[in-house]
């Protein structure tokens, strides 16, 4: 039987942003990130206090482009961390109970939540 991805398993899987910014670099460049400016699949390092990844060149890429992420200020793990809610509840999860959850307004709460019926 395949175990149940727990809370205590959220924790230490996404255990801050930066983890959660990594594992959206994963996803997105699963070869490498390619630098449009050297014309190659190249090392990018992590910009410091940005979620930006910098080549070496100084080419600039940000893996929340594109992303439900993108322009966002709320921190990514509440946002991994809603998501883990709304998949593992059962009945479903409202903005009301995002928003207890996560420590954040209503109108957050709100946005996070449409995000879930929006596709890009």
């Known amino acids: 039987m395949k175990d149940k ?20 670099v994963k996803i997105k460049h699963p070869s490498g990130i390619f630098c449009k400016k050297c014309q190659k699949i190249t090392n990018f390092t992590k910009v410091k206090d940005r979620p930006v990844y910098q ?14 992420f993108e322009k966002t200020t709320t921190p990514l793990q509440y946002w991994f961390y809603a998501i883990f809610i709304m998949s593992v509840t059962r009945s479903g999860v409202s903005a009301k109970q995002l928003q207890r959850e996560l420590g954040v307004t209503y109108k957050t709460a709100w946005r996070i939540f449409k995000m879930k019926y929006q596709r890009k």
């Not at 809370?7 to 930066?18: H, Q, T």
């Not at 080549?55 to 439900?68: K, M, R």
Request: charged share 20%; with cysteine; hydrophobic share 30%.
């Open 55 to 68: 080549c070496s060149c100084g080419y600039q890429i940000s893996p929340l482009s594109g992303t439900i």
């Open 5 to 24: 991805f727990s809370l205590g398993g959220f924790l230490k899987k996404y255990r801050n942003d930066e983890v959660c910014l990594e594992y959206l």
